[in-house]
């Protein structure tokens, strides 16, 4: 979702000279295949999106391969930038990178000041690692490595896979399926409290070019909107843009992750960018967008 949000803005922008590797030709976590690819195409600036990602039930099922996965990813592409003579390269994280209950809204200087939350703790730890990689090598050889950390993310190309997939495409797809079938009421985890804030991903490639072109330093730059809401208004204004019209049932015995997590974004909006696209026009975009392009996968069972 993120890569290809990333080279539609750079297309737009007017660059040519993208060079890009899905995950079938490249397998990231492939310490030798990795620098096999820096070595041939030498890239003088490499944008870092890719990731093992997932929503709550997705992390809690296997941290361990959350872990692995992305530290693997995020080492080897690090590494190879700097071994190779990358210019500048542009790590992207997460927002869960923060502590749990760190003070609201959260600025990039609360990083590793208190406990993270459970449910995406290996997933964290990994991001953070990456964002901590690129500081000590800026430090040790003096490269040109950022960080950009967006808050929770949506938009064309998403993961729609029933159980691991996030919070917004989640529920698109569990609400389509209860109108295409007539079901009459859908089962939310928690109970809907949680405040969440939510950017187009198209928003984040455009920062995400933007810093690439004016920005350095350790400090990561927060990415998002400054805006909340919460998951039950969030619920149902998915229900009602994809005009799903029956009850929705909250599953309390199911955990509600962390209970606020909004991003301070001033420091991005110092440096001249804001976001554009609000969340009720952009659920509007991501669900034609699945009408358009979402085949579910015969091969998962479903």
């Known amino acids: ?11 737009k922008q007017g660059y040519h000279n993208i060079i890009t590797r899905t995950h079938r030709e490249l397998d990231l976590t492939r310490q030798a295949l990795v620098e096999e690819f820096f070595r ?21 099922e296997a941290p361990a391969d959350f872990m692995y996965e992305n530290m693997m990813m995020e080492m080897n592409v690090i590494h190879a930038a700097g071994v190779y003579g990358v210019k500048k390269l542009e790590f992207l994280g997460s927002s869960c990178i923060y502590p749990r209950c760190a003070p609201q809204p959260m600025t990039e200087s609360c990083l590793l000041t208190s406990e993270l939350e459970k449910t995406n703790e ?26 950009v950390m967006p808050t929770n993310l949506y938009g064309p190309n998403d993961n729609y896979h029933p159980t691991r997939s996030h919070v917004i495409p989640g529920l698109i797809r569990r609400f389509h399926e209860a109108k295409v079938t007539g079901a009459q009421h859908v ?16 928003d984040l490639a455009e920062l995400c070019v933007f810093l690439m072109n004016t920005y350095s330093g350790n400090e990561t730059v927060n990415g998002g909107t400054g805006k909340e809401i919460t998951i039950k208004e969030l619920t149902e204004l998915i229900a009602a843009t994809v005009g799903f019209e029956g009850k929705i049932d909250w599953d309390t015995s199911r955990p509600n992750g962390t209970p606020r997590k909004l991003l301070d974004v001033s420091k991005a909006e110092k440096l001249g960018w804001v976001y554009k ?9 991501t ?16």
């Open 40 to 60: 041939e195409e030498r890239p003088e600036y490499v944008f870092h999106p890719a990731g093992k990602v997932g929503g709550i039930a997705a992390n809690a």
């Open 1 to 11: 979702m993120v890569g290809s949000a990333i080279v539609r803005e750079l297309k």
């Open 122 to 147: 290996a997933y964290a730890l990994a991001k953070i690692s990456g964002l901590k990689y690129c500081e000590y090598w800026n430090r040790q050889y003096k490269t040109n490595f950022i960080s």
């Open 287 to 302: 669900y034609k967008d699945f009408l358009d392009h979402f085949i579910i996968d015969k091969a998962e069972g479903q």
């Open 187 to 202: 089962i939310c985890w928690g109970d809907g409290s949680p405040l969440r804030e939510f950017l187009y991903v198209d």
């Open 277 to 285: 696209t609000e969340l009720k026009d952009g659920l509007k975009r």
